[in-house]
Structures are given as C-alpha cells and as structure tokens.
C-alpha cells in the first residue's frame, strides 16, 4: 500500500454549518399568523428581543409548528457507526451521504482519544461509563488500528483486482469516517439534542453514545448563533422539543 493510501487516525469529527435560513423572527412571523393572518407579515423584520416572551410561551406550551419555518444544512464527517445512528431521525431531515459505490472509500478511520470513557458499568438501561486505565486504552487504539489496516488493505487488494467498489467495500469496518449534508429545522433539530446531548438543564435524562453527542454539541453551537432566544427557551424549559 502507497504512502498516499495509508490509514490515518481521528478522535474527532467535523461539523460544518454550510447553508442557513434560520432566525428567532422566523418563529414569531411564524406564530403571529394565526391570529394576524395577513398583518403578519408585517412583523417579519421585527426585532426579536421584544417577542422573547412569545417564544416561550411557544416552547412552553409545546407549540411545534412555528419552530419549523427555517432551515440549516451542516456538512458532518463522522464514524460510519455515528451516521447509523444519525438516520434514525427521520421526521423534519434530509440527508445525502457519500457513496461507497460509486467512490474509492479514504482510508480515514476511528480510534478512541485518552479522553474517551471506555468501560460500562452495570446492566442495560441502568449503566454509566467510567475512565478505562492507561493499559485499555493502549489495548484499544492498537486493536482498533491492526483491524482498520488490514480491512483496507484487503479493500486495496480487491479493487486491484478488478473487484467492483460496491463489492469490496464490504471488508471496511463501522469506524471508517464517512460524509453527508444534512438538513434540518429548529423543531427537528431540538429534538435531536433532547435525545443525543447530555444536559443539567434537561428534565428528561438522554444517554446519547459519546461520538454522535460530540456532532450534536457542534451543531447546538452554531444553532446557538443563529437563534439564541430559541435555544435559550429550549433550555429554560428542560430541553424538550415543542
């Protein structure tokens, strides 16, 4: 295997928001027309600041709809394994994910960092994860490392031999990187972080798996630039979508 093809490493993931159409006003429009009808749109360059309160009382009383009438577009580089898990929200998403049929899969692949917790404790649906010793850690990147090289090694070989990309890529193992646009609204989007971020402010507990909260953490950072007095709203009413 070349130089140019050699497995590299990652702890991390990537998270880029590429597209947005998405403001606090969004909402308020939004709402205001059930009771404006056409004289709402009057208020589409309203400040928010003054309608903060309207807001909450929509995430209070989980008024859903008005939350919907925006949109995001984040560019995400992440484990295959992570993306699985990604797909199963479906209600308010749109997704488009590189192919392995149709181009040479990189040799990018997942290993744990020091940081990562690596050892479950009790049974499920009543365990927590603790720190793994210096040793498991150890076991783990080079396990995780041994198994990636040699699965792409055998990819190489197939694909030399003429072996079709759909075909070969079946040898390459869940922690390979892989990466896809998706689309959201705010409401969709809240409800993706109510169940893959572990939050204080949360009054119904998540135990979001560490490498799909680490995207979720990401995408809430910019969500929060785009609509602060949303997401403060999500907060201050325990993290619960609409």
Known sequence: ??????????????????????????????????????????????????????????????????????SMTFFISAPIFVFREFHRHRSGWSY??????????????????????????GKPGRYEFVEGTAEQHKVTSEAMEESYRASYRAYQEMLAAGVAREVARAVLPVGLFSSMY???????????????????????????????????????????????LTRAAFNAHGRVAP
């Not at 809240?190 to 949360?202: C, D, V």
Request: one cysteine or more; proline letters at 6%; glycine letters at 4%.
């Open 1 to 70: 295997m070349s130089d140019d093809l050699a497995p590299t490493f990652r702890s991390d993931v990537t998270v880029e928001l590429v597209r947005s159409a998405a403001t606090d006003t969004d909402v308020l429009w939004a709402a205001r027309v059930s009771t404006k009808g056409e004289q709402s749109l009057e208020t589409i360059g309203e400040d928010p600041e003054k309608s903060k309160g309207l807001i909450n009382f929509l995430m209070r009383d989980r008024h859903g709809t008005p939350f919907e009438h925006n």
């Open 96 to 121: 488009n994910e590189e192919s392995g049929r149709y181009r040479e899969l990189q040799p990018v692949f997942y290993v744990p960092g020091p940081e990562r917790r690596l050892v479950q404790q």
């Open 182 to 228: 998706a689309t959201c609204n705010a409401r969709s989007l809240m409800h993706f972080l109510s169940l893959r971020t572990k939050n204080e402010q949360a009054t119904v507990p998540s135990f979001p798996q560490r490498e799909i909260e680490m995207v979720a953490e990401q995408m809430e950072e910019h969500w929060a630039q785009l609509m602060p």
